[in-house]
């Protein structure tokens, strides 16, 4: 077989806005023995593609960058070790390479036609699962799985706070909590996202645009009391920032504050009294596993998982796309279709 040569992808040369971003025709990645070149037919955004174009992070990203860590596609070619996949076969990579780091960060991205991994991080995705529902699974939904039931524990009955719960790592950590038989409060910072969030479960939503989510879960269930009651069993926060403090105050003792980010800021003021007082748990989690994207495939599979796509885009959405998030205009996930042609619907 012939492969491709050359690929049209989305890039930046500098760190900036997102006028830094141009489409272009570029070199399909060079493939090992023991590597798989994909055809990307569906790839989506994070909340850390902002941060890594504005170079905010610190990360060294190799210039041209590619941006995008998640995708889904159909195996093109392999590597002369590779014996477990065959061209045609539907994969969904795990976006960590070892060595490299995580993809769309200190790897090129998949905002590209074509796109090569190692063997041993590709997925087979179920027929019944379509390349865009895939392409949501690893990096939000993942870290959304582990942080949730690996790291979290959350259990039947607990009341589970959400911040910024509109987000593709929040609509995830929404849906396994109901799953799980939690008590979900949701919180968004507009009005649209709040309808949504309540349409996918949540049993109470506080709109952090007009009100404070720490008056709105003492109005709901009171103020946490050192001899029991009052506030949420769980926080879940990756926005960090003022929201830090106000987190530990609405748990009840013994509750947990479960972390994966800190999109407005990682050095928040803390507040150690509630830590000791109230007997609070912080618990960090960071990835995933193949294992966590394998449930994640299975449970869309068995339709018990919906992923929640707002848009679907070309290549040359890429810019637009990363805009929407940066400006909180975002509910679930957006997606992008390499071989689209821009305009289509
Ligand atoms: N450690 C890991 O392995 C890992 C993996 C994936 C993600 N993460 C982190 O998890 C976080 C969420 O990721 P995501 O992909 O779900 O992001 P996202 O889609 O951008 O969602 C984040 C949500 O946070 C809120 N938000 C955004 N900017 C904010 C700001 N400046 N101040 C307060 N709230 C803000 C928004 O909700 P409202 O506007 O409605 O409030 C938004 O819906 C990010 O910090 C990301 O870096 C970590």
């Not at 509109?166 to 979900?184: N, Q, Y």
């Not at 449970?299 to 400006?327: E, Y």
Request: net charge negative; proline share 6%; charged share 20%.
């Amino acid at each position: 077989m012939v492969l491709p040569e050359k690929m049209q992808a989305a890039m930046f040369a500098q760190h900036g806005s997102t006028e830094e971003i141009y489409l272009g025709e570029t070199e399909v990645p060079d493939m090992g023995a023991e590597d798989v070149l994909i055809k990307v037919q569906a790839a989506s955004l994070n909340g850390f593609d902002p941060m890594m174009l504005s170079g905010s992070t610190g990360l060294k990203t190799p210039m041209p960058m590619i941006p995008l860590g998640d995708c889904a596609g159909e195996v093109v070619a392999v590597g002369t070790a590779v014996t477990r996949w065959q061209p045609g076969q539907r994969v969904c990579p795990h976006p960590f390479v070892a060595g490299e780091g995580m993809t769309g960060e200190t790897r090129r991205g998949v905002a590209a036609q074509y796109a090569v991994f190692p063997a041993r991080n590709l997925l087979p995705i179920p027929d019944s699962v379509s390349f865009r529902q895939a392409a949501c699974l690893p990096i939000a939904y993942g870290t959304a799985h582990r942080m949730m039931l690996t790291r979290g524990k959350i259990k039947s009955g607990e009341r589970v706070l959400i911040l910024g719960a509109g987000g593709g790592v929040g609509v995830c950590a929404l849906e396994l909590a109901k799953a799980a038989g939690c008590a979900v409060i949701a919180t968004a910072s507009a009005p649209w996202k709040l309808d949504k969030l309540q349409s996918i479960g949540a049993d109470h939503v506080i709109n952090t645009g007009t009100d404070d989510f720490e008056d709105g879960i003492r109005r709901l269930y009171g103020k946490p009391r050192m001899t029991g009651g009052g506030g949420v069993d769980v926080v879940v926060n990756y926005i960090g920032g003022d929201t830090w403090v106000k987190s530990l105050r609405c748990l009840t003792p013994n509750g947990r504050l479960l972390t994966c980010g800190a999109t407005a800021g990682y050095n928040p003021v803390e507040d150690i009294r509630y830590l000791w007082t109230y007997e609070l748990n912080v618990i960090g989690a960071n990835g995933f596993t193949p294992a966590d994207i394998e449930a994640l495939l299975q449970m869309v599979d068995r339709g018990t998982l919906v992923p929640h796509i707002q848009q679907v885009g070309s290549l040359a959405d890429v810019g637009l796309f990363i805009n929407k998030l940066a400006d909180r205009d975002v509910f679930g996930k957006l997606v992008i279709e390499p071989w689209r042609t821009p305009g289509q619907d």
